[in-house]
């Protein structure tokens, strides 16, 4: 990073992690595939490294050659993983978070102890974060962010208009894919409660995840209220479920 990559967004310092300490940033699809393995999890829902340049170099065709955004709405917020130049706050409309990606295959979530975390799906607004990435650094960071969120059916890779500082710019961000086997679009809230507040896996649990993007949200002064409810209804269950235990 050539400058202070806070300058815009102060409230962040120290609330994201360290891209060079970051386990997503030389995350191995082959160790992946063989830790799913030891723990008894199938790896043949992983995406070659064939399908995932495939749908990167089609995505990013225009933008070899430019600095570019990247929106983050999840765990992008606080682990990014990238080498950014800029980090800002930002709004993409036409789109809202919503917690619909079941987990059963070892990330926030097992089939003992199935998970759930978020996608971008079409809603009123979200709120995230802008991560810049500089054209020269644009192809070995976007091979990262791919192994990362293109390593399984989930998401699709588009560029959406986000709204930062009052200017509405392009973004490259990651959609919820309505054809995928895990994406579970008409869960009920305290279906999605219950995930949340028991799910677990080797990344660690659901409700920790809720909780950082609550945290980030917090120390932008944003409310968010679905979050909210669902962070509180989460707790509030876990605490019961830690009682009954």
Known sequence: MTHDPYRYCEALRGKIRDPETSFFRDLDVEDVKRQLSENGLPGDWLHTAEEREATRHAALEAWWDRDM??????????????????????????????????????????????????????????????????????????????????????????????????????????????????????????????????????????????ENLAAHLDALDLEDEYITALLRDARALARRGTVAG
């Open 69 to 210: 955004w990247v929106f983050a709405y999840g765990s992008l917020m606080w682990d990014p993983g990238l080498l950014f130049d800029e980090v800002r706050y930002a709004r993409v409309t036409g789109y809202a978070r919503r917690f619909c990606l079941y987990d059963d295959k070892g990330g926030r979530g097992s089939r003992d102890k199935p998970g759930l975390m978020a996608a971008l799906d079409l809603g009123h607004h979200c709120d995230g974060l802008a991560f810049l990435i500089r054209s020269d650094r644009l192809d070995d960071e976007t091979e990262r962010l791919w192994r990362r969120e293109m390593i399984g059916p989930a998401y699709l890779p588009a560029f959406v208009p986000m709204t930062m500082d009052g200017d509405l710019v392009p973004a490259l961000t990651f959609t919820v894919d309505h054809a995928a086997p895990d994406v579970r679009i008409d869960l009920s809230h305290d279906e999605q409660v219950r995930l949340i507040a028991t799910g677990e896996g080797m990344l660690g649990t659901s409700l920790d995840y809720v």
